[in-house]
């Protein structure tokens, strides 16, 4: 899968960049991961452990990481924890993702509808 849409965003997974109507954003390359790795399960309660095991595999790392990378995906998603529209905190579970998800199939490069 190389595009898809999240909520308002067209998000150019190999390119590691997010567009809207104002602004196209880059995204570091362990933060697009999370952004997948959302899309792949939207809808579903992701644990903290399941997360990290996601992007950094069998190397140990602390909250604070994972709690970098999801700030950074929600500020580049001008998301806001406290009233979430794309990332939703599940108290002592994880997180969820609850905007809708688009995936384009097509190989011709056309943007998702």
């Given at each position: 899968m190389s595009r898809m849409s999240v909520g308002a965003w067209t998000v150019d997974v190999a390119g590691n960049r997010l567009?809207?109507?104002d602004a196209t954003i880059?995204?570091?390359?362990?933060v697009m991961d999370l952004l997948v790795?959302?899309?792949?399960?939207?809808g579903e309660v992701i644990s903290k452990e399941e997360i990290a095991t996601a992007l950094w595999g069998q190397v140990h790392?602390?909250?604070?990481?994972?709690?970098?990378?999801?700030?950074?995906?929600r500020k580049a998603l001008k998301d806001d924890a406290r009233q979430p529209t794309y990332i939703e905190t599940v108290s002592k579970r994880g997180y969820r993702l609850i905007a809708a998800v688009s995936k384009d199939t097509q190989?011709?490069?056309?943007?998702?509808?």
């Open positions: 567009s809207d109507a880059e995204l570091e390359p362990r790795l959302f899309a792949d399960r939207a790392v602390n909250d604070d990481a994972l709690t970098r990378c999801i700030f950074k995906l190989t011709n490069g056309t943007p998702p509808r």
